[in-house]
């Protein structure tokens, strides 16, 4: 979340990034390409559906003879208004956190970009069924089911995630489950994939990653689950044996992205 904002305990919070996320390829073609949308086609249409709106109530009132009511339209209005305004405010926090999350993401995202020097294949927002896997990282070490976790930081006080294997205490909350959970059983979601459609056991590993955050191995990390900052990840890497071939990488990443693309062609 930005600068200021203050979360459900009432703590005053800022977003673990320290700048935003550098453009993406095609970026300026789709935010033209909204707005095209926006000012072209969809501010018409609002348009014309509240003047279609108001001739239907005219030709009704012409035929059955009604007397005007301005109060009545009036005390709509209002009411309209109020729920607007308060739809507006209960989801202000949501969609700041689904910025940052994005953000997140995108920042995440490209600093693996660079990781395909040394031969890795990295994929982006792989959706399964009801979740999604934020980044998935193929290469010689093996094949990495990355989540991005792009928590709010404290303004004051503690700003560590501490890992013992099993838990993460985030700062001063309590210990938290939930992560590893769900990151483990993405990681066996990928496993089961790509056993499906190659034929082949890959050892599939988690790792959780926390922009912006200070990760302190209280208990060491285990090789099924990595909880590091972005900035950790290419020397564990380069510490790990050399657990896949060439052509294992090139078979496991060739059946990912066939599996991405057919479900790319189920939306349209």
Do not use: C
């Not at 709106?53 to 007397?67: C, D, H, K, N, Q």
């Not at 066939?258 to 349209?268: C, G, S, V």
Request: aromatic letters at 8%; a positive charge.
């Amino acid at each position: 979340m930005d600068v200021g904002v203050v979360d459900a305990s009432g703590r005053s919070v800022r977003s673990p990034l320290k700048g935003k996320p550098l453009r993406l390829p095609g970026q300026s073609v789709e935010e033209r390409r909204t707005k095209l949308l926006e000012d072209r086609i969809e501010t018409p249409m609002l348009l014309a559906a509240v003047l279609v709106a108001v001739a239907g109530i005219e030709w009704y009132r012409s035929f059955t003879e009604l007397p005007y009511l301005p109060k009545h339209f009036t005390a709509a209005a209002v009411l309209a208004l109020l729920f607007a305004a308060w739809r507006f405010f209960r989801l202000r926090p949501k969609l700041k956190a689904l910025r940052q999350a994005a953000d997140g993401e995108k920042a995440v995202g490209q600093f693996l970009e660079d990781l395909r020097v040394n031969g890795y294949k990295v994929f982006h927002d792989v959706v399964g069924d009801g979740f999604n896997l934020d980044h998935v990282v193929i290469g010689r070490a093996g094949v990495f089911a990355v989540e991005t976790k792009t928590w709010s930081k404290p303004h004051r006080g503690n700003a560590t995630i501490r890992v013992d294997g099993a838990r993460l205490k985030v700062g001063d909350r309590k210990p938290d489950e939930r992560v590893v959970i769900q990151a483990r059983a993405q990681a066996g979601w990928l496993r089961e994939l790509l056993h499906a459609s190659t034929g082949r056991v890959f050892v599939v590993r988690s790792v959780v990653l926390f922009p912006g955050w200070f990760v302190e191995q209280v208990g060491g990390s285990t090789r099924e689950l990595w909880v590091l900052n972005p900035k950790a990840l290419p020397p564990f890497l380069e510490r790990e044996e050399v657990i896949l071939s060439e052509p294992d990488v090139r078979l496991a990443a060739y059946h990912l992205s066939r599996f991405i693309r057919a479900k790319e062609r189920e939306k349209n």
